[in-house]
């Protein structure tokens, strides 16, 4: 057995049951009437039988020597094998996943802590303090999201993992540029907090569960991701200052949970920073950008392919297909003019479905980030 | 929080009654004059809790005397500046210089916050209602106020314990509404006070600790002392000015807000007994209830009359000092003078009738009255029973067991921080 590049499509049904591995919850595919525009992406990675005489073109001895090296290289000697493989997601391994909603808080109320600061100063006495407050609100109401995310950890080294959430963090963004009109001006993106082992948070403890005495677990699990809002209709609407938490509390204020200290690092590489805002739940960060703004989005546009191959040393570039059905990170060589159009191998051509010279493809700048390894060949 | 008052009732306390003894007749409420001055020291110095109107320090006293002089005597109209301090005299003991000992004191501070805002935590209840939960929430919350500016506050209220089972107490805590409503023009309609939140003898305070530390990393007689005396607004504007979400203070602190310090029990217990409400309104540093009520609903106020003074004639003396009976339903009044300058008040027997009030002669030169003139009174629950002595006040002690130990009071010291801070 051999892996290939990962690459990243739409969920299907027959990924639930992995999503809800990774998630540890129950999860629903969009519903394509109701939200047309909304996401849920899943980085997958095919695995292909050596010698398995199923004629998919597999180059056996470029997939052998990838095993282990950077998921994020490519070559144009790629195989050709996942074009064929993907078609099957039984045979794909679900590496991440996440969700892209284009508007969140217009259906039901999206609240969050905004984290001020006041300061209380005296000159004559010497007296000069700085508080924290938190406001709860709903600040991000209209902004678009990246939700749901999660990834493979068990057994995967980190730099896979690094790799799988930056590849499905970037192939939302080009889904965001390919339809830009249907997407907010801002992006949030939510990290979890600290907990401790018993999966307790303290700013729950020394929060939320003044003004709610039950279970928040048990009720997310009754009322699903609603149960905020449920819950913040019993949560103080007037600013509470930090200082009158427990400390444990205060502490966890913004603090991102030590397991998502990866997801952090690859949305802040994204472009996305500390939006001074808090989940009601466990005092975990949400992150925002302008999308405008994230190279991600800014540097998309959408391309016509060449029927030539780029030149050795051509750099990645993300790429994906039109509607989004399938993105991919390799080497490409962009050739501006007012009919510009990208050069890429055959076998890039291939995974991203069978496509033509003359097809069009979306492409966006896909910088890896200093010290992250692999680099296109 | 705060119980309310018994109803009031006649109950036995204190010494026994000897035909020597005048008992409650032997106080006289004054205005305090400057050569009260050592008495106020000493009172000042008995007490170190609480937040003192009546501060331990000689000179402060000296100027709040001169104040408080002025503002009795004054001819202007009222700025709301005015502060006036009384004294209790017992007239049964004198000191070494022939002059009747001073046993209490009490004040008033014509404008709460006068120039500045004067600063409370209005308790505030909200209730957080999610259905879907199933959860209902009633959350007590404090709001930064400044709703009592400009209501007349009582203050300094302190008596010698000896004297904190008689009636003495009443004359001095309830003669000042009478002073209020005789010259009303120069106090609000609305009456307020202050008293001394929990705090132990250290000064530790657990309502300070949860909410003044936080923003001042201080203890409050260290604030205190910074401020200089300038006015508590000061250091309210550094408070947090958002309400404050009682349950996330610490279990102590939730229970000190609106609890009273032992040593204001006895002078809060009859601002209960007049009406006030006690319910809405907490210091922001201590967490002591704050009282606030309208003048012309409270107990003494609605029952005050003004009345000609007649002056028994010494054969009349005679024979009403024969008819034992009188005392059983006779009520005790506060009877008070109606000249700003001079103010006096004292406690007697008697039932006005027709317009007017008999009281004796002694009476009248006590209060600096002469016959025919007006006087202010209103009648107290108490009644005196042979052979008690008027101790029970039913609202003060007010235990009605009759053993005479004064239960609920009997370890009560006045003192001189309650009922209110400087102006």
């Known amino acids: 057995m051999t892996t290939t590049q990962p690459f990243v499509r739409p969920a299907t049904a027959a990924d639930l049951g992995a999503i809800q591995a990774l998630l540890q919850r129950a999860v629903t595919l969009p519903d394509a009437a109701a939200t047309p525009h909304e996401r849920l992406l899943v980085v997958v990675r095919s695995a292909a039988d050596d010698g398995d005489g199923d004629g998919d073109g597999d180059d056996d001895s470029d997939n052998g020597s990838r095993v282990g090296r950077d998921i994020d290289n490519d070559s144009d000697s790629d195989s050709a094998n996942d074009s064929a493989n993907d078609t099957s997601a039984a045979r794909q391994t679900v590496l991440a996943t996440l969700r892209l909603r284009p508007v969140i808080g217009l259906d039901r109320p999206h609240v969050s802590y905004h984290v001020g600061c006041t300061v209380h100063a005296a000159a004559e006495l010497g007296l000069f303090h700085r508080q924290r407050t938190l406001l709860l609100g709903h600040d991000h109401t209209g902004a678009s999201e990246l939700a749901d995310i999660a990834w493979l950890q068990q057994g995967a080294p980190l730099a896979e993992q690094a790799a799988a959430l930056r590849l499905g963090v970037r192939a939302a963004l080009l889904a965001v540029a390919m339809q830009r009109r249907a997407y907010a001006a801002t992006l949030v993106a939510e990290l979890p907090g600290p907990r401790d082992s018993a999966g307790q948070s303290p700013f729950w403890h020394g929060l939320g569960r003044r003004f709610y005495a039950g279970d928040p677990q048990a009720a997310a699990q009754q009322h699903g991701p609603a149960w905020r809002s449920l819950v913040a209709a019993l949560l103080p609407r007037q600013p509470v200052y930090a200082s009158f938490l427990p400390s444990a509390a205060a502490t966890a204020i913004g603090q991102v949970a030590p397991a998502a200290a990866l997801l952090a690092d690859v949305l802040e590489d994204a472009g996305l920073r500390y939006s001074h805002h808090v989940n009601v739940e466990d005092g975990g960060p949400l992150l925002e950008a302008m999308l405008d703004d994230l190279p991600g989005v800014a540097t998309a546009r959408r391309w016509t392919l060449a029927a030539d191959a780029p030149p050795p040393g051509a750099p990645a570039m993300l790429l994906g297909t039109t509607g989004a059905t399938r993105a991919l990170r390799a080497a490409a060589q962009a050739m501006p003019g007012p009919h510009g159009k990208l050069r890429v191998a055959l076998a890039t051509r291939q995974r991203l479905g069978g496509l033509l010279p003359g097809d069009t493809v979306w492409a966006a700048d896909c910088a890896l980030p200093s010290g992250a390894q692999g680099s296109p060949a | ?423």
Request: aromatic share 6%; hydrophobic share 40%; with cysteine.
């Open chain 2, 1 to 423: 929080m705060k119980q309310p008052v018994p109803p009031a009732k006649s109950t036995p306390a204190g010494s026994a009654a000897s035909t020597s003894d005048p008992g409650p007749q032997r106080y006289l409420l004054r205005a305090a004059l400057p050569t009260d001055l050592d008495a106020l020291e000493r009172m000042a110095a008995a007490s170190a809790t609480g937040i003192t109107t009546l501060p331990a320090d000689r000179v402060a006293l000296a100027a709040r005397l001169a104040r408080s002089t002025q503002a009795f005597a004054s001819g202007d109209d009222s700025s709301g500046e005015e502060i006036y301090l009384f004294v209790l005299e017992d007239l049964a003991t004198t000191e070494a210089q022939g002059r009747p000992r001073i046993v209490g004191t009490s004040g008033i501070a014509a404008s709460a916050g006068f120039a500045d805002r004067f600063y409370s935590y209005r308790n505030e209840m909200v209730v957080h209602a999610s259905p879907a939960l199933a959860a209902s929430n009633r959350v007590h919350t404090l709001h930064l106020c400044h709703d009592l500016t400009g209501h007349t506050l009582l203050t300094s209220f302190y008596i010698d314990p000896a004297h904190e089972h008689t009636l003495a107490p009443q004359l001095l805590s309830r003669a000042r509404l009478l002073f209020i409503q005789t010259f009303a023009d120069r106090f609000s309609d609305r009456i307020a006070a202050e008293s001394p939140g929990l705090s132990d003898d250290s000064g530790r305070c657990p309502f300070w600790d949860a909410i003044g530390r936080r923003f001042f990393d201080m203890d409050y007689p260290t604030i205190e002392r910074l401020t200089g005396g300038r006015s508590k607004g000061f250091i309210a504007e550094l408070m947090p000015h958002s309400p404050i979400y009682v349950p996330l203070l610490p279990e102590e602190a939730q229970w000190a807000i609106g609890q009273l310090h032992p040593v204001s029990e006895l002078p809060f217990s009859i601002l209960l007994d007049e009406g006030f409400d006690a319910e809405t309104y907490v210091d922001i540093f201590d967490g002591g209830p704050t009282v606030e009520a309208r003048l012309a609903m409270l107990k003494t106020v609605t029952r005050a009359r003004r009345v000609r003074l007649r002056v028994r004639l010494r054969e009349e003396a005679a024979a009403a000092a024969g008819t034992a009976g009188t005392a059983l339903s006779t009520p005790w009044l506060l009877v008070a003078g109606t000249q700003r300058g001079a103010f006096r008040a004292v406690l007697r027997q008697g039932a006005p009738a027709g317009g007017e009030i008999v009281l004796d002669a002694d009476t009248a030169r006590l209060l600096q009255a002469e016959a025919g003139a007006e006087v202010c009174v209103a009648a107290l629950d108490v009644f005196q029973a042979p052979g008690d002595d008027v101790g029970a006040d039913g609202d003060g002690d007010g235990d009605g067991d009759g053993d005479g130990d004064g239960d609920e009071s009997g370890s009560i010291r006045g003192t001189p921080g309650s009922e209110g801070t400087a102006p």
